[in-house]
């Protein structure tokens, strides 16, 4: 069963209970525009105290703003299918970064289109009759590829700051014209967006740098005067922002958040990158590879003469995939060749495994073996033998040990002898 099955599982099942069931919000424009959606929302009278009966799996975490998690069989990749059922509800003001109302209120299908952010989500569909239910004039702007935020846009924007960031994201999503007066109070209040927090702006930046359009975004980022607020680090490039841009258009068209982001912040430090990724609390995983990417973006610039030891650690780095993705953006926003991927890319379908990345010859433990005390030569000793072995001096451990006692033998400074 696919997610958009079990949607209107859920539907039908609302129907037959008697209560009135819709799509709702960005599925509803996914479907109209011929797009997969990424998730699918069901819009509802019914309350969550009404559900149990309806459905067993439920996660009831949001029940007390109107919203549960109905849960439905696994899906075909194996994870389990989810739809979010939400009462009709207006909602009160946000604590002001925006994470939870203040209350909510059920009310009609019309009142619940209204508190929604853009015409083009704001409106539903009845799967079971494919009724367009519209109340915002959203089906008109989504023809005419306009983002417009519903009522008054300074007023919506201000009871929701993130709604300027997710104008971006919308806007270069769905390649809309935005218009004048959405336009012009965002940008009017785009300094505001400060006050929202970290996890939200970090969930639409995602959304905006993971998409194919991104370039489109950190275009519109700057066009509304978001760079300041958001990243600010990259308000002092300079000249650099055009090459940015041009890194972020040459990635490929699907390609990870980390190493979209990596080709956002690529002329920045290590360091820098780290503090952004912190500031905006990205998770360790995305933190490390973002930081990786920046750091490594010119480290295989040499590769045809790098040595083995140098080339196949990072060949065999999980990121590896992503940093070849950044240096052929850069070569290709450079204007330089492209020999030293390709050279990576055929040294990666043709070395084994065990030649890139080899059980150690040597390991600490043969070390203690032969007398030795674990103190700082250990690392020494051991990198030595590593650096042999992944330039195939060295095969087997015999050789790796022969090697250790060579380089004892040899009085380097600080090294202690292995007793016989
Ligand atoms: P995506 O496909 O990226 O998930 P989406 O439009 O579904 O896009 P969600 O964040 O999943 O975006 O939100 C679902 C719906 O909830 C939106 O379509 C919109 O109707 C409403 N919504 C979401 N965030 C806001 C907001 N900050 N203010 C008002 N309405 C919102
Ligand atoms: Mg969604």
């Known amino acids: ?9 859920v539907v039908r099942k609302l129907h037959r209970a ?15 525009l011929g797009l997969v959606p990424a998730d699918y929302d069901v819009a509802t009278n019914a309350e969550p105290k009404q559900l149990p009966p309806l459905f067993k799996r439920r996660n009831e975490i949001g029940a007390h703003f109107g919203v549960v998690q109905v849960i439905g069989p696994r899906g075909d990749d194996g994870e389990w299918l989810t739809v979010e059922v939400a009462t009709f509800r207006i909602d009160g003001p946000y604590d002001p970064s925006g994470r939870t109302p203040d209350w909510v209120k059920f009310c009609s299908p019309e009142e619940d289109a209204k508190r929604r952010d853009f015409t083009i989500n704001g409106m539903f569909i009845d799967p079971l009759n494919n009724d367009l239910i519209d109340y915002v ?6 023809d005419a590829k306009i983002l417009r935020a519903i009522g008054n846009p300074t007023e919506r924007f201000a009871e929701d700051k993130l709604r300027i960031l997710r104008a971006v994201r919308m806007a270069a999503r769905f390649d809309l014209t935005i218009d004048p007066e959405t336009l012009a ?7 505001e967006i400060r006050i929202v927090s970290a996890e939200r702006i970090a969930e639409e930046l995602r959304k905006m740098f993971a998409h194919p359009n991104r370039a489109r975004g950190v275009r519109l980022l700057r066009e509304f005067d978001l760079i300041e607020p958001i990243l600010p680090e990259l308000a002092q490039i300079g000249t650099l922002w055009d090459h940015t841009i041009r890194m972020v258009e040459a990635l490929g068209q699907v390609v990870s958040f980390p190493l979209a982001f990596a080709a956002v912040l690529h002329s920045l430090d290590k360091e820098t990158v780290e503090a952004i990724a912190d500031r905006l609390r990205l998770s360790t995983v995305e933190k490390t590879r973002v930081a990786w990417l920046v750091e490594k973006q010119h480290c295989l610039v040499d590769a045809q003469t790098m040595r083995a030891s140098k080339l196949y650690p990072i060949l065999v780095h999980s990121g590896i995939d992503e940093l070849l993705s950044l240096h052929r953006a850069d070569a290709l ?16 379908r043709e070395t084994p495994r065990d030649v890139l990345n ?10 203690i073996a032969l007398g030795m005390k674990p103190g700082k030569d250990f690392k020494r000793l051991l990198d030595a033998v590593r650096e042999a072995q ?21 009085a380097l400074p600080a ?6």
Do not use: I, N
């Not at 069963?1 to 209107?8: D, G, I, K, P, Y």
């Not at 109070?185 to 300094?191: F, L, N, Q, S």
């Open 415 to 420: 090294l202690e002898k292995p007793s016989e």
């Open 333 to 348: 926003t450079s204007g330089k060749s492209l020999a030293h991927v390709e050279f990576c890319e055929k040294v990666l």
């Open 1 to 9: 069963m696919t997610e958009r099955e079990f949607a209107l599982d």
């Open 358 to 367: 080899p059980v150690p010859a040597v390991t600490g433990d043969d070390l």
């Open 185 to 191: 109070a965002a940008k009017r209040m785009a300094a």
């Open 18 to 32: 008697g209560f009135t069931a819709l799509w709702a919000g960005g599925c509803v424009r996914d479907e109209l």
């Open 390 to 410: 992944l330039e195939g001096r060295v095969k087997e451990k015999e050789q790796g040990l022969e090697l250790v006692r060579q380089l004892c033998s040899a």
């Open 137 to 142: 004039g959203g089906r008109a702007d989504l």
